[in-house]
């Protein structure tokens, strides 16, 4: 470890410092340096943790041994063109993003079952609107699609919080108090047993694109979306048309493909819709820095590495 170098590009500047106190607590024959250091030598860098690294710049240190994504997904580093193959790219999975991502989801669920987001333009239009009383959380049917890490914490806190919850995966599986639907041939019978859709999928071939015009005409008239997966898998037009419809009654977005949205966005000024800035699972820095700590040190012993993205599977 002494003299192996770990290049960040995560919060830019102004966090190298918290980096760099976390990692001198944790690790400290590390050498941590920002990724527009002029000063590294690109012979010593070992490791790099990075959210949306430029393009070829993965490329240029012939010693990387470990890519390590600083959010959930590895989408914003399997978008480089020349990314240097053979390196494992590692998943930022922390407890603490388990129970970000449930909070989350279980206050979209409750706001959606509330009617929040109608409650929201009442109140910008000056309107009491003592009718907007919603539903309770037990009569309301709540799908998550995609049971991994964050899937499988999310439906378990959205049980905890009284709701009837369905779960969709690839393969069969077995989750506590949640009726889990399997493969192709169950999502059908998933989406017409769902009042709230909940999207956790991973960014793959088959899921680009999934929350669009079939699927919402599947989702029983007035469902709702949380949409907290991957920007490439929602459609915004689709969605946009869905609500004017009043084939969707509402939805809750924190993730798109065009980051941070336009001001001037239809989603940012539709009354049926709640956009958060792709906050749902952002961890602090201590955590991350904790897990990267860890990988590290498995990596250190020839140890088996935890999250490490599977091409085969998408994620």
């Known amino acids: 470890m002494q003299g192996d170098t770990l290049l960040i590009k995560s919060g830019g500047a102004a966090a190298l410092t918290e980096w760099q106190h ?34 070829g710049r993965l490329a ?76 309770l959380a037990r009569d309301t049917r709540v799908s998550v699609l995609g049971l991994g890490e964050l899937g499988s914490a999310v439906a378990t806190r959205l049980r905890a919080n009284g709701f009837q919850v369905n779960g969709w995966a690839r393969t069969p599986r077995l989750l506590a108090g949640v009726n889990v639907f399997a493969g192709e041939a169950q999502l059908d019978a998933l989406l017409a047993e769902t009042d709230i859709l909940v999207n956790l999928l991973p960014d793959t071939h088959a899921t680009r694109g999934i929350l669009g ?62 956009v958060t800035p792709h906050i749902a699972s952002t961890v602090s820095y201590a955590a991350r820095a904790r897990q990267v700590a860890d990988v590290l040190g498995a990596h250190l012993r020839g140890a088996p590495l935890p999250f490490v993205y599977d091409a085969t599977r998408g994620y």
């Open 22 to 55: 976390h990692f001198a607590r944790l690790m400290p024959g590390l050498r941590v340096y920002g990724w527009d250091d002029p000063f590294v030598d690109a012979r010593n860098v070992k490791y790099a943790l990075v959210y949306q690294p430029d393009h």
């Open 60 to 135: 240029h240190y012939p010693r990387l041994r470990l890519i390590l994504s600083a959010a959930a997904g590895v989408d914003h580093i399997l978008a480089d063109p020349a990314l240097p193959s053979g390196v494992p790219i590692v998943r930022m999975v922390t407890e603490e993003t388990r129970e970000r991502m449930s909070d989350f989801v279980a206050f979209a669920a409750l706001a959606i079952a509330r009617d929040v987001p109608a409650l929201i333009t009442a109140q910008r239009d000056g309107r009491w609107a003592n009718e907007l009383t919603g539903r």
């Open 213 to 274: 015009r079939k699927l919402f005409a599947q989702l029983p008239a007035g469902a709702s979306l949380i949409q907290v997966g991957r920007g490439v898998h929602l459609d915004r037009q689709a969605l946009l048309d869905a609500l004017d419809s009043g084939r969707l009654r509402s939805a809750v977005v924190d993730v798109f493909d065009i980051e941070p949205l336009p001001p001037d966005d239809a989603l940012r000024h539709h009354p049926k819709v709640l």
